[in-house]
């Protein structure tokens, strides 16, 4: 995501596009919400909806009011942005190929995605006062950061890191985080010893659909122009999102039958490994990545139901896990006709090098920031609900309302 | 014969039909209700104040058995559906005047 050279030339087609890119990514909040929503019991399917809504909106006013500024500020060591964009200020219709503007909003739209894949840690369980806390916290000190470091002229970009539409800053971020998360706030009631399926896997499969269809405003979107780049990048996003549909698709026949929710984890898997390579490799490279990263998440998700760890919408296996795996594709596929960058396969190891160094960073720093965060919130508020509320579902407990059976 | 119709806990279901059918206890009709009983429901605290949650949801079991299996039946029942707390649920025993087959004509008092 380089920001264009040239300052004060609006590009009416590249405004355009972006414009619509940006409403694309805003659907993947909900989308996200619904395919975690009909995942969890009955009892806490308006929760998860809810959660990713409260996300959104959170993160639009924190957005405006400092958080751009904290992203995408002139840089301070390499580390955070400075605040002179803070409450939009000089952030106007005037801007290099796209309004300043609509580049702010196209960014927020990836933060508010970001909380929102989080809520995976603390599902069925969460209180949604500890939420709002932590929600903001978080995306204080561990998104705005790791925005500033890829995309902001933080450290990641200036060491000449790869990551394209947010491999890195939106799913490794997210993943461990929710991870983190779900070891603080500890496993729900009755886990490993009652059956929790899905509730309703037709919700799970919209949810995978808006996700899949927003994705090509994510991927393609970040070219920031309506150009061959922005094509490149449509066209790798959905052949990775196939390959990762059938690559776990196939594995989960060998090992059974080919659920659906699997389908549409496999596809999801392939969307996130394509995500940081999108604009740096060929379109036929992501079929190779879109189907190992499929195979590389089902067996994270195997490893981490044997671990018995209580993260069961599987952010850590598929954002996370998928992440690490795409970010370090990057670095092997990458192919300078494209992007402008040789990977290992193009006689340039040292790429894959930096993805490593930036990929181990920001698992260190997403995990244990939000591993802490996590833990001073339960100490001082509390992150959990009562055993009682658990127990009736938070969609009643925290929201006073149900889904009528 | 005798209708065993137990509503339990939800989550007490999976294992209640497996010690069932791990004693030869095949046949019964399951549905997914909303009860309450003595208490009329629980009370949640909400910002101080108590909110009533009146009906919970449960799961009704029943099944058609010899009277001389009924108090096996329990025993299953209440040793596998029991935690302790308020909300276990309720086992109601009914006499059963005939069974009739649906697929053939047969009326047969003894029929499960």
């Not at chain 1, 037709?202 to 996700?211: K, M, T």
Request: aromatic letters at 8%; proline letters at 4%.
């Amino acid at each position: 995501m380089d920001v264009p050279e040239g300052r004060g030339m609006i590009d009416s087609g590249a405004t355009a596009f972006i414009l619509v890119c940006t409403a694309l990514v805003m659907l993947m909040t909900p989308g996200v919400g619904l395919f975690y929503g009909g995942l969890v019991r009955r009892k806490n399917l308006i929760s998860m909806i809810a959660l990713a809504f409260i996300a959104f909106a959170l993160v639009s006013i924190q957005w405006v009011l400092f958080g751009y500024s904290l992203a995408f500020g002139s840089d301070i060591h390499g580390v955070i942005g400075g605040l002179e964009y803070a409450l939009l200020q000089g952030v106007g219709m005037e801007g290099d190929g796209i309004p300043d503007l609509l580049f702010m909003v196209f960014q927020m739209v990836f933060a508010g995605l970001t909380l929102a894949i989080v809520t995976s840690g603390v599902a069925e369980r969460i209180k949604i006062s500890s939420f709002v806390v932590f929600a903001l916290l978080w995306t204080t000190l561990v998104y705005d950061p790791l925005a500033h470091w890829a995309w902001g002229g933080g450290w990641a970009a200036s060491m000449g890191a790869l990551d394209f539409a947010g491999g890195t800053v939106v799913h490794i971020s997210s993943g461990f985080s929710a991870l983190a998360l779900a070891l603080v706030i500890g496993k729900r009631l009755g886990f490993g010893s009652q059956e929790m399926a899905p509730s309703n896997i037709p919700l799970v499969l919209l949810g995978g659909a808006l996700l899949w269809f927003g994705w090509f405003g994510f991927n393609a979107g970040s070219a920031l122009a309506a150009d061959g780049l922005a094509a490149s990048a449509f066209v790798a996003t959905n052949v990775a999102a196939a390959a990762g549909a059938l690559s776990w698709l196939c594995a989960a026949w060998i090992r059974g039958r080919p659920g659906s929710v699997g389908i549409i984890s496999g596809a999801i898997a392939g969307l996130v490994a394509i995500t940081p390579a999108a604009g740096f490799v060929d379109p036929m490279a992501a079929i190779p990545i879109g189907a190992a990263a499929g195979l590389v998440c089902y067996g994270a998700l195997l490893f981490r139901v044997r671990h018995g760890w209580d993260e069961s919408l599987d952010a850590w296996a598929i954002h996370g896990v998928g992440g690490i795996f795409g970010a370090l594709a990057t670095g092997v596929f990458a192919v300078a006709v494209i992007g402008g960058v040789d990977g290992l396969l193009y006689g340039n190891p040292g790429q894959l090098l930096i993805q490593a160094v930036d990929v181990a960073v920001v698992v260190a720093y997403a995990f244990g920031v939000t591993y802490i965060l996590a833990k001073v919130i339960d100490a001082v508020m509390g992150l959990r609900v009562t055993e009682e509320e658990e127990y009736v579902g938070l969609d009643i407990a925290q929201h006073g309302e149900s889904v009528r059976v | 014969m005798k209708m065993v119709t137990a509503v339990i806990r939800p989550e007490k279901f999976d294992p209640v039909r497996a010690a069932l059918e791990a004693d030869g206890i095949n046949g019964m009709t399951v549905s997914e209700v909303m009860g309450r009983g003595a208490q009329k429901g629980i009370s949640l605290q909400f910002r101080g104040k108590t909110m009533p949650v009146e009906l919970i949801p449960k799961v009704k079991i029943e099944m058609v058995v010899p009277d001389a299996d009924v108090d096996r039946v329990l025993r299953i029942v209440r040793e596998h559906g029991r935690t302790g707390k308020p909300g276990d649920g309720r086992i109601f025993v009914l006499p059963v005047e005939s069974i009739c087959r649906v697929r053939t004509d047969q009326s047969d008092p003894s029929d499960p």
